[in-house]
């Protein structure tokens, strides 16, 4: 079993993101950049500014 980057299990896990909603390599890749901005959020606010 190996182990997953952090980022990767918090998007399928805790966004279910399992399967992409969209069809397409732009459409996807766009749903891609908004979980990625999404998870990046959460950081920040769980994290605050410093």
């Known amino acids: ?3 997953v ?3 990767f299990g ?4 805790q966004k ?3 399967r992409f909603m969209l069809r397409g390599k732009i459409k ?3 749903q891609w950049l908004l ?4 998870h990046n959020m959460a950081k920040i606010a ?5």
């Open 5 to 7: 980057e952090t980022m």
């Open 46 to 50: 769980s994290y605050g500014f410093k």
């Open 16 to 18: 279910r993101l399992n």
């Open 28 to 30: 996807v890749n766009i």
């Open 35 to 38: 979980y990625c901005t999404m």
């Open 10 to 13: 918090n998007i399928r896990v």
């Open 1 to 3: 079993m190996g182990i």
